[in-house]
């Protein structure tokens, strides 16, 4: 099968591990030229090393993206580095569980500042490339995929602040999907249940086996799943866009 993505640049934040890992190989296997934003260089490193070994190209940004200089910072690295910028994964967040009374409300802010402003800042940044990259070839399209969670459509006890996040997400991506649609940029929301990756491992001790017993029994899905159905979203025909994606492990109830 042809690579779907050559002649293309992708960018990944939140590539250090987990689903932005499993994406930027993904992305790279169909020929894209991927730029691996995260804080932690020395998984990126690592990454990038296997993602060349493989014959494909990628460029290391080191990185906070909220940081709003840092976030433009690594837009404008990746575009001065490949040219062009076609995709965007916006997969930098994290999960800080627990009730809201008595909660450490630093861990709010981490949650917004990572999960919301991070997200929008790198979308800001990389907008006019994306409008730049769908007016030309080789596609005459391009793809912003937000991830989400499925918890932002379901809210829980135990969960407020990290679906109100979530939420704000949705709300975002759906907003700027129906600006730049008619301009050939696609804007999807990519929704997992659980995904065995390090998310949970962020919780207080005290929240974690309230968390891990969520799922007991449930076998999660993989970061490669994510990464497969992220893979598809980017590689439909111009004319097809895939506005919305939620996957659940089979076993997972709610």
């Avoid at 296997?50 to 014959?55: P, S, T, V, Y």
């Avoid at 976030?71 to 569980?97: K, P, Q, S, Y």
């Avoid at 993989?222 to 866009?241: K, N, Q």
Wanted: without cysteine; proline residues 3%; glycine residues 8%.
């Amino acid at each position: 099968m042809a690579q779907r993505l050559t002649g293309t640049t992708a960018l990944v934040t939140g590539a250090s591990s987990g689903i932005g890992e499993a994406t930027a190989l993904a992305l790279a296997v169909e020929g894209a030229a991927v730029s691996l934003v995260a804080r932690r260089g020395d998984r990126l490193e690592a990454l990038a090393e296997r993602i060349r070994g493989a014959g494909a190209r990628a460029l290391v940004v080191e990185a906070d993206v909220t940081d709003r200089d840092a976030a433009i910072g690594a837009v404008e690295r990746t575009v001065g580095e490949f040219g062009r910028l076609d995709t965007v994964i916006n997969n930098a967040g994290v999960m800080l569980l627990g009730p809201v009374e008595d909660a450490p409300v630093d861990e709010w802010d981490r949650m917004l500042a990572i999960n919301v402003q991070g997200l929008m800042y790198v979308a800001h940044a990389a907008l006019p490339h994306l409008l730049k990259a769908a007016a030309h070839d080789p596609r005459g399209v391009a793809d912003l995929v937000n991830v989400s969670s499925l918890a932002g459509r379901i809210a829980r006890n135990g969960s407020a602040v990290y679906n109100a996040t979530k939420h704000a997400v949705g709300a975002f991506s759906e907003g700027l999907r129906q600006e730049v649609t008619q301009r050939h940029v696609r804007v999807s929301l990519m929704e997992p249940g659980a995904v065995e990756t390090e998310l949970i491992s962020h919780n207080r001790d005290e929240i974690r086996p309230t968390v891990d017993s969520r799922f007991e029994g449930v076998e999660k899905l993989r970061a490669e799943d994510i990464a497969d159905a992220i893979s598809y979203i980017v590689t439909r025909p111009r004319h097809v866009a895939i506005n919305e994606v939620l996957v659940r492990p089979t076993e997972q109830q709610s």
